[in-house]
C-alpha cells in the first residue's frame, strides 16, 4: 500500500489560507438566511391588496347561465317568429287544388260530400285552415262515424274517414234507408249490396234519441235469433218496432208471407213454435197470414188488426233504387190490413176431453150467433164462419178455438 507524502499529510493538517477563506464565505451565507427566516426582528414584507367581488362565485357563475340561457331563448324566438311569417305570407304553404286534399277510408262517402267542407279551403293557407271545425262538419256527413283531418307541410292536407257500418234497412215515408245499431239513417249504397231486413216505424223527423232504443230491441232481437247458429234473422223481410212491447216480424216464407207478433221477450222460443207448426198450420188454414204467439197459454192464428198504421207507398225510383240495394221485394208489396168483421182462430195448448167439448160447443154457439148478425159471405176462407175443426183426437195437437171478432 502506497504511503501518503509527507506534503499531503501537511495540506490535510494544515489547509492553505484560500481555503479557509471560501469556508468562511459559504457558513456566512448559510448563516445569513436562517437569520432570516428565523429572525423576528426583520421588518414585513409590504402586500399588494387585492380587489374583491361583490357576489360569490357560484352566484355570478349562476348569473352567466341565467343570462345565456335568456338570449338563446329570445334568438328561438326570433327565428320562430320569422318562419311563422314566412308560413303565413309564402306561396309555397297555399293549397292550390283538390289534389293536395288526399283521402281514405271512403266507401259509401263520396269525393263530392268531402268537397262540399273542404272546398272552400282551396287557395288558402294550410296554417289557417281550422281543422276542428273541418272534422266536425265532415262528422255531420250521415255515413261519417269518425273524421281525422291533418295538415302536412308544405300544401298537404289529409282526410281519414271511418264509415258507419249498416245493420238493417229502414223505412221512412216513401223511401228506403239504411241504419246503423245506433239509429243514425243513411241513404241507400250504390256500391254494396246488403242482406237485411227493414224495420219500420221510424220516421226522418224524430230524434236520434228515439230511435236509439227501437234499434237497440232490433239488436236484442237479431242477437237472440242467430245465438244458436240457425241464423233465422235470414228469414226475416220486415222488422215492426214501431210498438216496442209486441214487436212484429215478417217473414220471407215461399208459400206466402208471414206476421208474426213476438212480443218484447223471449223471442227465440216464441219464433221456434212458428218454425215448428207453420207447416201444421198451413195445412189446417187454407190462408196463413199472421201469428200472434206472446200469449203462453194460447196461440192465434190471423188475429184481427183492426186500424192497424198504412205505410205510405214507396215510389217507383225507391223501389227500384231498394231493390239494387239487397231489399227483398216481398216487402215493397202493399199489404192492405185485415177488415174488423174477420174473425180470429185461437189455438191454444192442449186440453182435457171434457173442457176440449165445452170449448168447441161455446165456440159454435157464439159463431153462430155472430153468423146471424153478419152477413155470411166471408172474404178470407181460412177464417169463414163455415169453417168447423176437426174430430177431436184423444190427444189433440193444438187446440183450436174459433170465436168472434174482437
Request: hydrophobic fraction near 40%.
Amino acid at each position: 500500500m502506497a504511503r501518503k507524502g509527507s506534503s499531503t499529510i501537511q495540506e490535510e493538517l494544515y489547509p492553505t489560507s484560500d481555503e479557509t477563506a471560501r469556508e468562511d464565505i459559504d457558513d456566512a451565507r448559510l448563516l445569513d438566511l436562517d437569520a432570516e427566516k428565523e429572525s423576528p426582528f426583520l421588518r414585513a414584507q409590504k402586500r399588494v391588496p387585492a380587489r374583491r367581488s361583490p357576489l360569490p362565485k357560484k352566484t355570478a357563475a349562476r348569473i352567466v347561465w341565467g343570462f345565456a340561457v335568456i338570449v338563446a331563448a329570445a334568438l328561438a324566438a326570433i327565428a320562430v317568429s320569422a318562419f311563422y311569417r314566412y308560413g303565413e305570407h309564402s306561396w309555397r304553404f297555399r293549397l292550390n287544388s283538390s289534389e293536395d286534399i288526399e283521402m281514405s277510408g271512403l266507401t259509401n262517402v263520396t269525393h263530392a260530400q268531402i268537397m262540399e267542407v273542404m272546398g272552400g279551403d282551396i287557395g288558402r293557407n294550410i296554417f289557417y285552415i281550422p281543422l276542428d271545425q273541418r272534422q266536425k262538419q265532415l262528422e255531420q256527413i250521415p255515413w261519417v262515424e269518425t273524421a281525422s283531418v291533418m295538415r302536412f307541410t308544405p300544401n298537404r292536407i289529409r282526410i281519414q274517414i271511418h264509415e258507419r257500418t249498416p245493420v238493417a234497412f229502414a223505412r221512412v215515408g216513401s223511401k228506403i234507408m239504411l241504419v246503423d245499431a245506433g239509429g243514425v239513417l243513411m241513404e241507400l249504397s250504390t256500391r254494396k249490396r246488403y242482406s237485411f231486413p227493414v224495420v219500420i216505424g221510424m220516421s226522418s223527423g224524430e230524434p236520434l234519441s228515439t230511435r236509439t232504443p227501437r234499434m237497440k230491441i232490433y239488436n236484442q232481437l237479431i242477437a237472440a235469433l242467430d245465438s244458436t247458429g240457425a241464423r233465422y234473422s235470414q228469414d226475416l223481410s220486415e222488422v215492426d218496432l214501431s210498438d216496442p212491447e209486441d214487436v212484429k216480424v215478417l217473414t220471407n216464407d215461399p208459400d206466402g208471407a208471414v206476421l208474426v207478433h213476438l212480443g218484447s221477450a223471449n223471442y227465440l222460443d216464441r219464433f221456434k213454435i212458428y218454425v215448428t207448426h207453420l207447416r201444421e198450420w198451413r195445412q189446417q188454414f187454407q190462408k196463413l197470414e199472421s201469428v200472434d204467439l206472446r200469449y203462453d197459454r194460447q196461440i192465434i192464428v190471423n188475429p184481427d188488426l183492426p186500424g192497424a198504421a198504412r205505410q205510405p207507398a214507396v215510389t217507383l225510383a225507391a223501389a227500384r233504387a231498394a231493390i239494387s240495394a239487397g231489399v227483398k221485394a216481398a216487402v215493397l208489396v202493399e199489404r192492405a190490413p185485415s177488415k174488423p168483421s174477420a174473425q180470429h182462430v185461437v189455438v191454444s195448448r192442449p186440453a182435457p176431453a171434457k173442457r176440449w167439448q165445452k170449448i168447441i160447443h161455446s165456440a159454435k154457439k157464439s159463431a153462430a150467433a155472430s153468423h146471424g148478425k153478419r152477413k155470411p159471405a166471408v172474404s178470407n176462407a181460412a177464417l169463414s164462419s163455415k169453417w168447423t175443426p176437426a174430430a177431436a183426437p184423444k190427444k189433440p195437437s193444438p187446440a183450436i178455438l174459433k170465436g168472434p171478432s174482437r
